[in-house]
C-alpha cells in the first residue's frame, strides 16, 4: 500500500507561487497514478491535477488549469504541484492520493490519502 505525504504548504499572497511535494512510501508507488485534492470549509473535496503512473497523462480542473502544474520523478518516488498565480480561492488543505491502479475511472480509485498540507493564500 502507498503511503503518501504531503510537504510545501504555506502562506502566500495573492499572485505567488508554491510547490507541494508529496513522498510515497510503501509498495512501488511508481505503478500508481496520483492525484491532488483540496478541501475548503464548507466545500466539497475537489480533485486538482492528477498524473498517471508513467506521467505521460495529466489531468486538471478547470479551476487552476493554466496556473497549477503535476510532474513526478519516479526516481525520487515524489509528486509535485507547482501552484504559480495563486488566488485566495485557493486556500484548501490540499491532498496527496494514490489511485488503486496507473490511472483513474472514477475519484473513488483513489485510496491512499496523506494527511494533508494547509495552503492558504492572502489577498
Known amino acids: 500500500q502507498v503511503q503518501p505525504v504531503e510537504s510545501g504548504g504555506g502562506l502566500v499572497q495573492a499572485g505567488g507561487s508554491l510547490r507541494l511535494s508529496c513522498a510515497a512510501s510503501?509498495?512501488?508507488?511508481?505503478?500508481?497514478?496520483m492525484g491532488w485534492f483540496r478541501r475548503s470549509p464548507g466545500a466539497e473535496r475537489e480533485l486538482v491535477a492528477a498524473?498517471?503512473?508513467?506521467?505521460?497523462?495529466?489531468y486538471y480542473a478547470s479551476t487552476v488549469k493554466g496556473r497549477f502544474t503535476i510532474s513526478r520523478d519516479n526516481a525520487k518516488n515524489t509528486v509535485y504541484l507547482q501552484m504559480n498565480s495563486l488566488k485566495p480561492e485557493d486556500t484548501a488543505v490540499y491532498y496527496c492520493?494514490?489511485?488503486?491502479?496507473?490511472?483513474?475511472?472514477?475519484?473513488?480509485?483513489?485510496?491512499?490519502w496523506g494527511p494533508g498540507t494547509q495552503v492558504t493564500v492572502s489577498s
Open positions: 498524473i498517471s503512473a508513467s506521467g505521460s497523462t495529466r
Open positions: 510503501g509498495s512501488t508507488s511508481t505503478n500508481y497514478g
Open positions: 492520493a494514490a489511485s488503486r491502479g496507473n490511472w483513474y475511472s472514477r475519484l473513488s480509485d483513489f485510496g491512499s
